[in-house]
């Protein structure tokens, strides 16, 4: 009996030691505590969350410190103590919060650690440094929350899949071109004078027919353009008569020429009898010394015969106007519209193939938009380097097949070669981004604002710092895997889903998305059906759905098991 009775008075001390009864103290559990967010999740880089805890009605003894620590536990026993939080008794001298032993008290603490992929599969534990006087006590650790669901963290890799920025080729296959010429007529006259034909102007403009005619494969004539002025210091009956002579005379010497080069275009003709516009634009950038006090007073008079006769008093007083500005309004203007014709796509196709040496760098890089085979694109933008090394563009085009490659070191060291310029700037932003060097990606994107896919990489950016709401605007209308994950983060599942049938390539990723939203919205079997796909896609995804905290409503799960491999 005496040997029994010691055995349970020692078991009894043994407890009362270790739950710390003996000084008052008694155990907390997690009924003590709530976590927000529980699971724990990772939002940009790091993993936030607010601890709400509560101590008892007469538990704090006036003696008594407690230090709450905040404990994730993953992997073979790794562990990660977050900064505590201290709490003391009524009597106790210290600057720690006070909690009433009668009443008991509440506490929140807001904890903050970096999120690291092997931390996906975790615990959040409660551990205590407490003492009551000079005594420890131990108090036993306490389970508050499950960790981590790091669907975030999933931008890493659907960034890989996003557009990147091209720096764009000139290449027309038409290029719209005028050449225009200009008759000038005597006052009152409506004859050609031999000169005027002569000039310079008239000269090219029928050099250009010329050409137009003996090269019809580079060079395609749309219309001629035959327009007739007078000067605004004649009456206004006579004026028109005038300047529709004039536009007689210049559409018959058309005519002629079209008929000397035997080309058949339309012609079209018009007249003006007064031309304002013409007198005001040249009065305005004359030397004139008081132009602004002429077409001043020119724009009080609304009648053209007030204004021809404010016209004929102003050229008695500035003989700037009768001998430089009247004399540039009488005159008929030729306007030769046409286009130059470029290589056609099969033709650039060939010429690459025959003699690339007999590309321009535009035809060059236009070329290499003609195939989706990365390995001819890249072919084509080395053949660029050489042939055109100054041109730094062909270095952006070997970055972006990299980048495609997923030889994101290759990536970088074209871009290096790129010069500093927008596109360039772009790409190395998502490169950054993939790599989590967000700060130097956030620097990069700022010079690369007009890249053609700014939007697109900002979306990645803000995914990355934990944005999600900014990064759902920015990629609104990218059909994207980053598009679908900034939606199905805000929560927006309708919207991912359509975004994930919408898009042109699909991948595994695509795949595991859509058994994320599937699980989020009580779609299991869905949920199985593309985690299967994604698996099926790429088997690497099968590790990362096993401690993914999205699928740990599948755990019992018999076809997820098989497919996790547990």
Known sequence: MKTSLSLALSATLAISTLCGCSSGLAP???????????PLEAVGQNVAFTLNGHFPEKYMKKKAVVTVIPQLR???????????????????????QVIAYKTGGNFT??????????????????????????KSVNLPAVKVA???????????????TARTA??????????????????????????????QLNTTSVQEFVKVLREIKADQKSFALDNIEVSAYASPDGTLSYNTQLAEQRQNTASHYVDQQLKKVKVATQVDTKYTAEDWNGFQELVASSNIQDKEVILR????????????????????AFRELADEVLPELRRARLTLNYRLIGRTDAEIQAQYQADPAQLSIEELLYAATLTNDLKQRKQIFETAVRQYPADKRAYNGLAQVAYAQGDYAAAQDAISQAGDNVAPNANAALIAIGEGRLEPAEALLGKALTADNYNEVLGNLQLA???YTQAAQSLKGVKSNSAALAQLLTQDYTGAQTTLAGLAAPDALSDYLAAIVAMRTGQTEQALQSLTAAVRRDSRLAQRAASDIEFARLAGNTAFGALVGK
Do not use: C, H
């Not at 603490?109 to 000079?134: D, H, I, N």
């Open 166 to 195: 091209t720096a764009a080729d000139a290449y027309q296959q038409q290029i719209t071109q005028r050449q225009e010429a200009q008759i000038k007529y005597l006052i009152n006259q409506a004859k050609i004078r031999t000169s």
């Open 28 to 38: 907390l559990s997690k009924d003590n505590f709530t976590v927000t967010p529980s």
């Open 109 to 134: 603490a807001r904890q903050l650690f970096t999120y690291r992929p092997e931390m996906a599969m975790s615990e959040l534990y409660l551990t205590f440094v407490a003492k009551v006087g000079k």
């Open 146 to 160: 499950d960790g981590i669901n790091a669907t975030s963290q999933l931008v890493y890799e659907t960034v890989r």
């Open 465 to 467: 710092q934990g944005r």
């Open 297 to 316: 007073v020119l724009s009080m008079y609304k009648d053209p015969e007030e204004r021809e006769q404010q016209i004929r008093n102003l050229s008695l």
């Open 74 to 96: 993953y992997g073979n026993g790794q562990t990660l103590n977050t900064e505590g939080a201290t709490f003391q008794g009524e009597k106790v001298v210290g600057n720690d």
